[in-house]
């Protein structure tokens, strides 16, 4: 391909961008499609001769926009959001036409100088102390093992890497139940074992952070039982309801312990921009050693986008830098984040972070972020008003609820609401029961799309009342 026709096909990708984007209103969230259908429209053998970009292109049109999941609709109140901001695709434009990659400072000077301004720019804007710094990892679950890990490597004398585990004991991380699986997903890949990973109850509503003195009781009773206890990871915002741990005691149990304290603030993390927010979900958080946030889910620098926080990096470079000869530089003292991080390559993840907090300003993305929270508590009364149980109220823009009927009528509600496509909402399980998961955070949403969110779950409702009532 030229560079005539790539600039060609270039503004053609913007205009369907823009185009794409105006028109999702009128899309389903979900596509109504089986499983295959997008299969049985690929060629099942690779080509053996090139193609003209033209063909490409409309069979892209063809096959691939009708049969997605729009996570940028606006009407999309599923998992959490993956927001991608337009500044922040027209950065991700850029890195991919100049594909640099980022291992270490001199394979892109300019993105590892930027990495770490914005680092603390968001360091700054969530007012974490001065001398924090951080690295941009693809995922929280990344940055989560990489806490794991060091947590492991603290424990057993920085001796894990080296030895293996085998003689250093049971070590023990300590997690309320409200947080997510990523957690034990790191426990098992460090080699720990999900039967070492003790999970705490939680204290209820409203917060439903971890029960501090069963954390305490445990500690004590791996010690006494001989098992090593290795780090803490609490959470701000989890996954299910939006459970929040009050990080002031969790640290100060961290600390009379000796133990690492990383926090999971993947979705909540980017609302911390606010004060008030800030002033009550994370009083504390300078206790931590480690945070974890997604501005790929909640702050438009889209996926994939993972601030993790370090109060001292060099506890983390110690657990997994490796330095054999092909990458070693010569030169001045210079910051290689890959000695942060587990995969060795890394994208240039902090110009999408420049465009899209240069474009908005925090003050913009405030805005958006308590709309989001006033909306959800507003269609959260609809609800309400309209005779929905109230499991969960809003934490941030999250909360739960039950239509009418069983466990069972609460999936066929999730279920009908999808395949209505107006909107798109998870299932959830919270005190054992099965809830309607909603929230608000689509960069895009307006007030009326939340507002009918509730309107579509009243009606679909009712016709499935009407259904059952029938069908009896
Ligand atoms: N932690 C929490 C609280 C989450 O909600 C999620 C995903 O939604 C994760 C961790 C995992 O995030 P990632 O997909 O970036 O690994």
């Known amino acids: 391909m030229d560079w005539e026709e790539f600039a060609r096909w270039g503004e053609e990708v913007a205009r369907f961008g823009a185009a794409y984007h105006k028109g999702l209103r009128d899309r389903p969230v979900r596509p109504d499609v089986v499983p295959g259908a997008a299969r049985d429209l690929i060629a099942a053998t690779p080509p053996e001769h090139g193609a003209a970009m033209g063909d ?5 049109l063809d096959i691939v926009p009708d049969r997605l999941t729009h996570w940028q609709h606006p009407r999309f109140f599923a998992y959490f ?3 991608a901001a337009p500044p922040s695709m027209l950065a991700e434009m850029l890195v991919s036409v100049m594909a640099p990659q980022c291992m270490l400072w001199q394979t892109s000077p300019v993105a590892t100088e930027m990495e770490g301004v914005m680092i603390d720019w968001l360091r700054q804007a969530m007012d974490l102390p001065e001398g924090w710094s951080g690295v941009i990892q693809d995922s929280a679950s990344q940055a989560t093992l990489s806490a794991v890990l060091t947590m492991r490597e603290r424990a057993t004398g920085w001796t894990g890497n080296r030895a293996g585990l085998s003689g250093q004991g049971h070590l023990r991380i300590y997690v309320s139940a409200q ?9 098992w890949v460090a080699g720990i074992g999900q039967d070492n990973l003790v999970k705490l109850p939680d204290c209820g509503a409203p917060a439903f952070g971890m029960d501090v003195a069963a954390l305490r009781a445990a500690i004590a009773a791996d010690r006494a039982a001989g098992h090593t206890p290795a780090g803490i990871v609490a959470v701000t915002g989890g996954t299910g309801i939006g459970a929040w741990d009050d990080l002031a005691a969790v ?8 133990l690492y304290l990383h926090c999971d603030a993947a979705w909540a993390g980017s609302a911390m921009i606010c004060p008030e927010l800030r002033a009550q979900m994370w009083r504390g958080v300078e206790g931590c050693d480690s945070i974890v946030f997604n501005p790929h889910k ?5 996926f994939d986008c993972s601030v993790q926080f370090l109060k001292d990096p060099q506890q983390q470079i110690d657990t997994l830098k490796i330095e054999p000869e092909y990458l070693r530089t010569s030169g001045a003292e210079v910051v290689n984040y890959s000695e942060w991080t587990i995969p060795l390559g890394r994208r240039f993840r902090a110009l999408k972070l420049w465009f899209v907090l240069r474009y908005y300003g925090l003050d913009g993305l405030r805005a958006r972020m308590r709309n989001h929270i006033l909306w959800a508590q507003e269609v959260c009364d609809d609800l309400r008003a309209r005779g929905f149980e109230i499991v969960t109220e809003p934490i941030l823009s999250l909360f739960t609820f039950r239509g009418p009927g069983d466990d069972a009528a609460q999936q066929a509600l999730v279920d009908a609401l999808n395949a209505d496509g107006r909107i798109y909402v998870t299932q959830g399980m919270h ?3 099965r809830v309607v998961r909603f929230q608000v955070g689509q960069f895009d949403c307006t007030r009326a799309d939340v507002m009918l969110a509730g ?5 679909v409702s009712a ?6 009532a029938a069908s009896r």
């Open 455 to 459: 309107e579509v779950i009243a009606e």
């Open 56 to 60: 490409i292109w409309q069979d892209f």
């Open 179 to 187: 947080a997510h699986s990523s957690v034990d997903r790191a426990c």
């Open 251 to 258: 640290a100060e149990v961290a600390q009379a312990e000796g």
């Open 463 to 468: 016709k499935l009342a009407a259904e059952s």
């Open 431 to 433: 005190a054992g029961c």
């Open 298 to 302: 909640w702050l438009g620098a889209q």
């Open 81 to 83: 959001p993956a927001n």
